[in-house]
């Protein structure tokens, strides 16, 4: 009998006369032939009133006493859909994380699911009944009740999807689909049809809260196709599969993370190990980070900049700090009052002036960028908080993601198909780490070279200048960073393009280095770019250090970073690149695929 996973999320049961509306679309399914499990998240902001309540009583109150006290919220609405269920004359059972067996690790409010036991909820339903999980929540080894995430519902929803080998995940919400970008920020975002596991992974991490990012790697990881649809109509919904809704279009979406600090160690040695000790000072305390640039040092001292979540502040400053002090750095600051404008597409790895579109628009609209990052399939902004809401608009509008793309990818068999993954589940199940790192390559490419103009002046406009003429040379970019403008105003903007168009690129930035009052021009004619590819490289905050250890033991200084969902790029010396190549497929044989 087919089997269907049904998540409603908080707005989807907030009141009675939603859960038993929930209840009644189970039900349906039920009769339609197919066995249900519902994944229920708290009703309404209640997880919201929890948190609120822990932090009137402890401004630091115990992660394993915030898991107990925020796994409540789901029980209460599975208890209700149970009982709703039962009052509509079915049978239904509530079960919580620990009563279905979701082990995950101990990372208390951030825990991640290790294994999953199936043969409860296989019984109840051969049995006749809806399954009722509650969602974002585990236990851990001794028990203790972990949480995985705000959000997390959506993750243990494809997790169940993917163990039971489900025919289908649906995700019912308070919107009829993915949009374009969040729609209630823009009101002309537009629904689409499908998109594809790396672009809903990377915007869902870049902040469109529709969907949790780990549930999205889980989806691709198991090949579980998503269906986001509506709790309160019926209209189609957004289908997440292996492809995009078009091969056309470059930018198929765009997020915003309003609440993001800048933090930047000033003053640190330029020497193998400095990276490494401050991330890894991170990652120890589970801080997912993201923009990191490196700023070339001239003088032997480089600048180090990351973003972070809001509510990561005070944990990455203390982190950021502690290793200021180790790696004699000369002082820590940091901004948080910026946002991240991002946009996101997979045709970005087919087209030139992208990003100088993006930023054109951006100069226009008159809003001034503070840092700059890209990888293949994204670029991010930094911008000051209060523009952030016109930034995005803008970008919306420029690349025209209100209008249907001309050609649109017919869903193909193989997208539309489940458990496609290369994937053994059920070796999975049976071994440690559902959500384990996995890397699928570690790659190096020799055709790179560099350009770094040191001191951008602050003002909107300048990277569009400089990459417009970029393009207009025909130059194929592919990584781009500026750092954020330091005391003195000034920030360094480097880029990375094919070794036979370095002469062209210095040529381009020396003819505006006048004109934009630009201090210097540096290049290297060779250097080597190596890539780790995998899925959750971000969520996954061992992996930049990974890297970073493997290099700084090999004595191997790192130039520029750029990380993704499903990549990290670092760049080095072109000499280093063999060497950089050997050391990291060293560090990660234990995970390659
Ligand atoms: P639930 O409680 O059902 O899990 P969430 O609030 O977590 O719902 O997610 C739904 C919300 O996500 C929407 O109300 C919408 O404001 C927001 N959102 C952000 N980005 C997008 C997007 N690209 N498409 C659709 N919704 C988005
Ligand atoms: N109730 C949890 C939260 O609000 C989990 C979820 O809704 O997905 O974060
Ligand atoms: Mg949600």
Known sequence: ???????????????????????????????????????????????????????????????????????TGEQVSVALMAMAIHSLGHKGVSLTGGQIGIKTDSTHTKARIRSISTERMQRLLDEGNIVIAAGFQGIDENFDITTLGRGGSDTTAVALAAVLQADACEIYTDVDGVYTTD???????????????????????????????????????????????????????????????????????????????????????????????????????????????????????????????????????????????????????????????SVVGLGMERQTGVANEMFGALSQAGVNIQMITTSEI???????????????????????????????????????????????????????????????????????SRVTINGVPDSPGVATKVFEEVAAAGIFVDMIVQSYHGDDGLATLSFTAPKADLKKSVLVAESLAKSLQFHSITSSADVAKLSVSGIGLRSHTSVGMRMFRALADAGINVGMINTSEVRVNVVVDGAQGERALACLQQAFADVMQ
């Open 183 to 341: 729609p209630r920020v823009s009101p002309e975002a537009r629904r689409m049809s499908h998109i594809s596991y790396d672009e809903m992974l990377e915007l869902a991490s870049l902040g469109a809260g529709v969907m949790h990012s780990r549930a999205v790697e889980f989806a691709k990881k198991f090949s579980v196709p998503i269906h986001v649809r509506s709790s309160f109509t019926d209209l189609p919904g957004t289908l997440i599969v292996a492809d995009p809704e078009s091969n056309d279009v470059a930018v198929s979406g765009a997020a915003l993370t309003k609440n993001e600090v800048r933090i930047t160690a000033l003053g640190v040695p330029d020497v193998p190990g400095s990276i490494l000790t401050i991330f890894s000072r991170l990652a120890d305390r589970a801080i997912t980070v993201d923009m990191i640039v490196q700023n070339i040092g001239l003088d032997g001292q480089a600048d180090v900049s990351f973003t972070a979540p809001s509510e990561e502040l005070a944990a990455a400053l203390e982190a950021t700090r502690d290793a200021a002090q180790t790696i004699g750095a000369v002082r820590v600051v940091y901004d948080d009052m910026v946002s991240k404008v």
């Open 1 to 71: 009998m087919p089997l269907i996973v049904q998540k409603f999320g908080g707005t989807s049961v907030a009141d009675s006369e939603k859960i038993l509306a929930a209840a009644r679309k189970a039900i349906r399914a039920q009769q339609e032939g197919n066995q249900v499990v519902m994944v229920v998240s708290a009703m309404g902001k209640n997880t919201d009133m929890l948190v609120g309540l822990a932090a009137e009583i402890n401004d630091h109150p115990p992660a394993r006493e915030l898991d107990m006290l925020l796994s």
């Open 378 to 448: 994204k670029i991010s902004v930094l911008v000051e908080q209060a523009s952030a809401q016109r930034a995005l608009r803008t970008v919306h509008q420029a690349f025209n993601l209100d209008q249907p793309p001309k050609h649109l990818t017919p869903l193909t068999e193989r997208s539309a198909q489940k458990n496609q993954s290369p994937l053994d589940v059920v070796a999975l199940l049976q071994g440690a780490g559902m959500e384990d790192l996995i890397i699928d390559a570690v790659t190096l490419d020799q055709d790179q």
